[in-house]
């Protein structure tokens, strides 16, 4: 089943001699619980794609069907609960809440959204991240690998349909690199959630269902 679709998807900065067209005529479509990355140099374009699929920003023409709706012919304000309800973001700065515990910063969209809590979900969410001994550290006493994984059980923690990952290893070293690639996989494969990667790095993108290359803003 298709989840992820994209119709003449166009994104230009800048204007007449100087506009660049980070997204050019994209047409695209991922299926439910498919693993997909992105690969491509450095202002190929995937970011800005990554962006547009998450409703993050808005293309200059065409569109984007997330789960068969019309992403961009929603107002700002619903486009937005319907992005937190549906799709969750993992970058590579992990944008953690300095000031909350692990427990609090995966709970952040539920509070934001004014949902109940289950305690019991939390907690098993956190096991499966290996994060159940570290529920009150807070980021400063955690390792990267860790607060990337932090970031992944924010990103899961609405039970998303789709998670967009933008270079999620790229502050890791190798070891951590494989842990974070492992846990997006088991998310894909055991939960059936669709996981779209961007990565420089082809041995972790060679870990996906299906590589969709990037350059000049057109899929290759």
């Not at 506009?19 to 995937?46: D, L, M, Q, T």
């Not at 929603?74 to 000031?99: Q, S, T």
């Not at 980021?139 to 270079?167: C, F, H, N, T």
């Not at 060679?206 to 969709?212: C, L, M, P, T, V």
């Amino acid at each position: 089943m298709e989840i992820i679709k994209t119709n003449n998807l166009n994104k230009i900065y800048g204007k007449e001699h100087t506009a660049v067209h980070a997204v050019n005529n994209v047409n695209i479509s991922i299926r439910e619980g498919e693993f997909v990355a992105i690969v491509g140099p450095s202002g190929g374009g995937k970011s800005s794609l990554l962006h547009l699929l998450g409703g993050l920003d808005s293309p200059s023409s065409g569109e984007v069907f997330i789960k068969g709706t019309n992403l961009y012919s929603m107002g700002h304000d619903e486009r937005a609960i319907f992005r937190r309800r549906n799709i969750g973001f993992v970058f590579l700065f992990f944008n953690l809440i300095p000031v909350l515990n692990v427990k609090e910063n995966i709970e952040l969209p539920l509070n934001l959204d004014g949902q109940d809590i289950n305690e019991d979900e939390i907690l098993m969410l956190c096991k499966n991240l290996g994060l159940e001994n570290r529920l009150n550290h807070y980021p400063s006493q955690l390792s990267g690998g860790e607060q990337q994984r932090v970031s992944i059980g924010r990103a899961l923690v609405y039970k998303p349909s789709i998670i967009l990952a933008d270079e999620p290893t790229g502050n890791l070293d190798k070891k951590n690199s494989e842990e974070v690639l492992n846990l997006l996989k088991l998310f894909s494969t055991k939960y059936g959630i669709t996981v779209v990667m961007i990565t420089h790095d082809l041995n972790m993108a060679a870990r996906a269902d299906r590589i969709i290359r990037m350059e000049d803003g057109k899929i290759e």
